[in-house]
Protein backbone atom coordinates (compact mmCIF):
# COMPACT_ATOMS: atom_id res chain seq x y z
CA UNK A 1 0.00 0.00 0.00
CA UNK A 2 1.56 3.57 -0.76
CA UNK A 3 2.07 5.84 2.13
CA UNK A 4 -0.50 8.07 0.45
CA UNK A 5 -3.62 5.85 0.87
CA UNK A 6 -3.92 6.40 4.84
CA UNK A 7 -3.02 9.82 4.50
CA UNK A 8 -5.54 10.85 1.84
CA UNK A 9 -8.23 8.14 4.06
CA UNK A 10 -7.53 10.28 6.96
CA UNK A 11 -8.08 13.66 5.66
CA UNK A 12 -10.94 12.94 3.71
CA UNK A 13 -12.49 11.38 7.17
CA UNK A 14 -11.50 14.04 9.20
CA UNK A 15 -13.68 16.28 7.13
CA UNK A 16 -16.16 14.20 7.00
CA UNK A 17 -16.70 13.46 10.52
CA UNK A 18 -15.68 16.64 12.09
CA UNK A 19 -18.25 17.45 14.61
CA UNK A 20 -20.80 20.56 13.72
CA UNK A 21 -19.74 20.02 9.99
CA UNK A 22 -21.84 17.40 8.68
CA UNK A 23 -23.71 16.20 11.44
CA UNK A 24 -22.91 16.50 14.97
CA UNK A 25 -23.88 13.41 17.42
CA UNK A 26 -24.99 13.88 19.90
CA UNK A 27 -26.46 17.23 19.06
CA UNK A 28 -27.11 19.91 21.47
CA UNK A 29 -30.60 19.65 21.64
CA UNK A 30 -31.12 16.68 19.33
CA UNK A 31 -29.46 13.18 19.42
CA UNK A 32 -28.49 14.37 15.61
CA UNK A 33 -28.15 17.80 14.48
CA UNK A 34 -27.20 18.68 11.16
CA UNK A 35 -24.73 20.96 9.59
CA UNK A 36 -25.34 23.45 13.10
CA UNK A 37 -21.13 24.25 13.63
CA UNK A 38 -21.36 23.44 16.79
CA UNK A 39 -19.70 20.78 18.69
CA UNK A 40 -18.89 19.22 22.38
CA UNK A 41 -16.49 17.01 24.46
CA UNK A 42 -18.47 14.15 23.91
CA UNK A 43 -19.79 14.81 20.81
CA UNK A 44 -15.45 14.84 20.06
CA UNK A 45 -15.42 11.81 21.47
CA UNK A 46 -18.32 9.71 19.56
CA UNK A 47 -17.27 11.14 16.34
CA UNK A 48 -13.77 10.12 17.10
CA UNK A 49 -14.40 5.92 18.01
CA UNK A 50 -16.69 6.85 14.43
CA UNK A 51 -13.21 8.05 13.15
CA UNK A 52 -11.44 5.29 14.23
CA UNK A 53 -13.94 2.39 12.97
CA UNK A 54 -13.88 3.77 9.69
CA UNK A 55 -10.53 4.51 9.34
CA UNK A 56 -9.89 0.67 10.43
CA UNK A 57 -12.37 -0.97 8.08
CA UNK A 58 -11.06 1.92 5.42
CA UNK A 59 -7.48 0.95 5.65
CA UNK A 60 -7.91 -2.98 5.85
CA UNK A 61 -9.81 -2.60 2.93
CA UNK A 62 -6.76 -0.82 1.28
CA UNK A 63 -4.17 -3.32 2.98
CA UNK A 64 -5.61 -6.23 3.57
CA UNK A 65 -3.01 -7.77 6.23
CA UNK A 66 -2.83 -4.19 8.02
CA UNK A 67 0.38 -4.84 10.61
CA UNK A 68 1.19 -1.21 11.15
CA UNK A 69 -1.16 1.06 13.12
CA UNK A 70 0.69 3.78 13.09
CA UNK A 71 -1.29 5.45 10.35
CA UNK A 72 -4.45 4.90 12.31
CA UNK A 73 -3.15 5.78 15.92
CA UNK A 74 -1.65 9.32 14.97
CA UNK A 75 -4.86 9.88 12.55
CA UNK A 76 -7.13 9.56 15.29
CA UNK A 77 -5.17 11.52 17.98
CA UNK A 78 -5.07 14.36 16.06
CA UNK A 79 -8.49 13.84 15.00
CA UNK A 80 -9.30 14.49 18.22
CA UNK A 81 -6.95 17.13 19.37
CA UNK A 82 -7.53 19.15 15.97
CA UNK A 83 -11.49 19.61 16.23
CA UNK A 84 -12.27 22.78 15.44
CA UNK A 85 -13.65 24.59 18.60
CA UNK A 86 -12.29 21.75 21.37
CA UNK A 87 -9.16 23.57 22.14
CA UNK A 88 -8.75 26.26 19.40
CA UNK A 89 -10.58 27.43 15.89
CA UNK A 90 -8.76 28.68 13.55
CA UNK A 91 -10.29 31.39 12.39
CA UNK A 92 -12.53 31.97 14.96
CA UNK A 93 -15.91 33.82 14.19
CA UNK A 94 -14.85 36.71 15.75
CA UNK A 95 -10.71 36.99 15.69
CA UNK A 96 -8.43 35.36 14.51
CA UNK A 97 -7.98 32.15 16.45
CA UNK A 98 -10.48 31.21 19.50
CA UNK A 99 -10.27 29.27 22.27
CA UNK A 100 -12.52 26.22 23.50
CA UNK A 101 -15.43 27.57 21.97
CA UNK A 102 -16.88 24.59 21.10
CA UNK A 103 -17.73 26.16 17.52
CA UNK A 104 -16.55 25.72 13.93
CA UNK A 105 -17.21 27.38 10.67
CA UNK A 106 -16.39 26.63 7.07
CA UNK A 107 -13.33 28.29 6.91
CA UNK A 108 -12.00 27.10 10.34
CA UNK A 109 -12.51 23.23 8.77
CA UNK A 110 -10.26 24.15 5.83
CA UNK A 111 -7.60 25.35 7.76
CA UNK A 112 -7.82 22.71 10.67
CA UNK A 113 -7.97 19.74 7.70
CA UNK A 114 -4.99 21.47 6.07
CA UNK A 115 -3.32 21.68 9.53
CA UNK A 116 -4.50 17.93 10.00
CA UNK A 117 -2.66 16.91 6.12
CA UNK A 118 0.91 18.43 7.31
CA UNK A 119 0.64 16.85 10.91
CA UNK A 120 -0.26 13.14 9.09
CA UNK A 121 1.92 13.49 6.42
CA UNK A 122 4.81 14.27 8.45
CA UNK A 123 4.21 11.60 10.83
CA UNK A 124 3.21 9.20 8.36
CA UNK A 125 5.42 10.43 5.13
CA UNK A 126 8.22 12.19 6.29
CA UNK A 127 9.10 10.57 9.86
CA UNK A 128 8.16 7.12 8.69
CA UNK A 129 6.29 6.39 11.78
CA UNK A 130 5.37 2.91 11.94
CA UNK A 131 3.42 1.07 15.22
CA UNK A 132 3.47 -3.16 14.71
CA UNK A 133 1.32 -4.83 16.99
CA UNK A 134 2.99 -8.23 18.06
CA UNK A 135 5.37 -9.14 14.86
CA UNK A 136 6.94 -6.88 12.65
CA UNK A 137 6.52 -7.47 8.97
CA UNK A 138 9.52 -9.25 7.74
CA UNK A 139 9.76 -12.10 11.16
CA UNK A 140 7.96 -15.61 10.81
Given at each position: MS????????????????????????????????????TSGISILVHAVIFFALIVIFLLAVASSM???APVVVAVVFFA?????????????????????????????AVHAFIFFVIISIFILALHLHIYAGCTPNCN
Open positions: DWGPVLISVVLFILLSPGLMFQLPGKSKVVEFGNFQADWLLSPGLFFELPGNDRIIEFGTFRTNRKAM
